[in-house]
């Protein structure tokens, strides 16, 4: 499942990445998965809607199994 999590990252990633940030992951708990935004987006107002419309969207299209990501 990591696997197919970090293959979903790659895809979002450049698009992070274009505006000074990253995406990490920690770890996949029961279904929840945790990663920290890096860079620029870790500090960013909009970091939450990029968490959840971007990140966590592009990783339950990949994963569907996926409950939630979370930031740590």
């Known amino acids: 499942m990591k696997e197919k999590i970090e293959e979903a990252l790659k895809i979002i990633r450049p ?14 708990v029961d279904g929840i998965v945790k990663v920290r935004l ?13 968490l959840t419309r971007g990140v ?3 990783i339950k299209r990949a994963v569907p199994d996926i409950k939630r990501v979370e930031a740590v």
Do not use: N, Y
Request: with cysteine; aromatic share 0%.
């Open 38 to 50: 890096k860079g620029a987006c870790g500090g960013c107002p909009m970091s939450q809607m990029t």
């Open 15 to 28: 698009a992070l990445q274009a505006d000074g940030g990253d995406v990490e992951l920690v770890d996949v």
């Open 56 to 58: 966590e969207a592009t």
